[in-house]
């Protein structure tokens, strides 16, 4: 059995320790997409690879994750 996942996004802002940011939530999983690597990846292969990216259930491993991108 194959297993698809095809996101829906809606753009939320979410707000950690006085930061707002604006993201993309998948409706049904609720899972935040790295604005950076998702604007990259369609980017380089175009809408359909819109579910490859970094994706996390929380705004804390988002903001980990996104100061990786400022190193
Ligand atoms: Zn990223």
Known sequence: ?????????ELVTVEHE???IRVLRDKETGL???PIC???T????????ADEGS???DVQSLIAH??????
């Open 32 to 34: 935040l997409a790295c």
């Open 18 to 20: 006085g930061m707002r």
């Open 55 to 57: 994706f996390f259930f």
């Open 38 to 40: 998702l604007t990259e």
């Open 1 to 9: 059995m194959a297993i698809t996942w095809e996101p829906v996004w």
């Open 42 to 49: 369609v980017k380089k292969k175009g809408r359909k690879a």
């Open 66 to 71: 996104l100061t990786t991108h400022a190193s």
